[in-house]
């Protein structure tokens, strides 16, 4: 494809006289028209060399003058030209020279974490080999010394005390040497039995029984190389922990244990606590136990068939590595104004604020309603097993055939005021045992060290002490008292059953009038 130069403009554009460049140009453009204009300019000047008039002259040096200038732009140009030229093989150089050092200095990186590697594990290697031969010299020593016990007991009675030193000796390898000036007062016989209930949250009477019932499942035997923990220090490092929320540290400190040790037994007994003392201390109640609960409450509150109140409470947790927005606490984040993650703890009480039914370990940003349905609970209300009686709860559950909730539309009648008052102090009955529950159990409160997989075996043991102590009649410092709270939101889809909707307006009648209502909303 030929390119078409584009149009320059003429000598009669100008005001002064531009002939000269004009034709500069044109012989730049065009070779055949220069070589044409050259011979011409040698034809002019031959018939010119007798003409020594002076314009002539002034022409020929200003012609030579401008040929000089033009030569230095071509010049000036070729000189740019050849820059940009070893400019581009210069950086060209460059970055091979830079490419060139990367390479190298990537493998030199590689080669060095090679032998880091190697140095690492053969240093590895070794430590775990010391160990293992220092192991076979400990259990070789105690060896030697048991046997050193049983000849010096045959023979005289120094012979033994000189054996079981040697014993004591050697356990000193294996046992940091740590304080129990804290427990072993505490484990006194005449510690004030005042300051026993403040650290632990109950009397010595229940402590003991909640160790007799765990002495099977904690129990460890004593080895060779070290004496094992006895049971009441075992329940004592989890029941501390439970009921002050301090971290690891500190419970080390007061039971001169190992912060792992801790961990570990806070955990064990834990588990034992759900496995063992859960099926007797929390389990749902048997006909008998339904019937008195429906007497207690419909004394109290003139609701008849009611079998439990129903409560959701959310626990603060650590933000977990997984999972982050299902257990975003949105509401409490914007209380707070502090972002917050919980799990869900749902649970019944009866009218003693003893739970006879838990749900623990869904994610926060889920709704009550939710959390219901997830629940073993619900999955017992749909085999049959709750038909014809009631359930009370909070606004923020949904109105079912075994589920009471009051009414909440904004106009109400004075019926329904009066039955929200009445379904109110049901209420009560369970806000005020997770109240009491977190209060006894300080861990609750806070976001605590434990992993959120341990998590619901931890809050199972903390509902079951709260039944125990509940049931031995311990009475809570009033200094422990906490106050609960939970935000309630209303379900999109508050009504499930169109006959419970007429059950509770012919409960809400009959509380009316037969003088059972409350009469505070007037």
């Not at 806070?266 to 606590?273: D, H």
């Amino acid at each position: 494809m030929k390119l078409t130069p584009p149009l320059l403009p003429t000598p009669d554009d100008y005001d002064y006289d531009c002939s000269f460049f004009y034709s500069l140009f044109q012989d730049m453009r065009d070779p055949v028209v220069s070589k044409r204009r050259r011979r011409d300019d040698k034809e002019e000047e031959k018939s010119t060399d007798g003409d020594d008039s002076v314009p002539n002259s002034e022409f020929k040096l200003k012609k030579k003058n401008l040929k000089e200038i033009v030569a230095s732009l071509l010049l000036l140009d070729e000189q740019e030209t050849a820059e940009k030229l070893d400019s581009v093989s210069a950086s060209e150089e460059e970055k091979s020279i830079l490419e060139a050092n990367h390479k190298r200095n990537r493998q030199m990186m590689m080669d060095s974490n090679s032998k880091s590697h190697h140095y690492y594990k053969n240093m590895d290697e070794s430590e775990v080999g010391h160990v293992k031969k220092a192991r076979g010299a400990a259990v070789a020593a105690a060896v030697a010394a048991m046997s050193g016990e049983e000849k010096g007991s045959s023979g005289s009675g120094s012979g033994t005390g000189t054996g079981t030193g040697a014993t004591t000796t050697q356990r000193r390898l294996w046992v940091k040497d740590r304080s129990k000036a804290w427990w072993d007062q505490c484990s006194h016989p005449d510690f004030p039995e005042s300051e026993f209930k403040r650290a632990f949250r109950m009397g010595k009477a229940t402590f003991d029984m909640i160790c007799e019932e765990l002495n099977s499942v904690v129990a460890k035997e004593d080895t060779m190389l070290r004496a094992a923990i006895p049971v009441r220090q075992r329940v004592a490092v989890c029941i501390w922990r439970l009921a002050t929320g301090e971290p690891l540290r500190l419970v080390s400190k007061r039971f001169g244990l190992g912060i792992s040790t801790c961990h570990k037994l806070v955990l064990e007994v834990c588990s034992a606590i759900k496995t063992v003392l859960m099926p007797k201390f929390l389990q749902w109640p048997d006909e008998e136990s339904v019937e008195r609960t429906k007497k207690d409450f419909e004394s109290s509150s003139g609701i008849p068939n009611v079998v439990g109140s129903m409560y959701t409470t959310h626990i603060p947790i650590i933000a977990p590595k997984v999972s982050v927005a299902a257990y975003f606490n949105k509401r409490h984040t914007e209380r707070n104004q502090k972002t917050s993650y919980s799990i869900t703890v749902q649970g019944v009480v009866n009218p003693k604020g003893v739970f006879t039914d838990v749900c623990i370990g869904w994610p926060g940003s889920m709704p009550d309603d939710q959390v219901l349905e997830k629940s073993a609970l619900y999955q017992r209300a749909n085999g049959g097993l709750l038909n014809g009686v009631w359930i009370v709860g909070s606004s923020g559950y949904p109105l079912m055939d075994w589920v009471l909730v009051p009414y909440t539309q904004q106009q109400l009648t004075w019926t329904q005021h009066a039955f929200n008052e009445k379904i109110r102090e049901i209420q009560w009955v369970a806000k005020d045992a997770f109240a009491r529950l977190k209060g006894r159990w300080s861990c609750l409160q806070k976001r605590t060290e434990v992993k959120l997989q341990d998590l619901p075996v931890v809050l199972g043991a903390c509902c079951v002490l709260h039944n125990i102590c509940e049931m031995m009649n311990e009475e809570m410092d009033p200094e422990l008292n906490f106050e609960l709270v939970d935000d309630e939101m209303v379900p999109e889809n508050s009504v499930r059953s169109l006959r419970s909707v007429q059950l509770r307006d012919n409960i809400a009648h009959n509380l009316l009038h037969h003088g059972l209502a409350g009469t505070a909303f007037l």
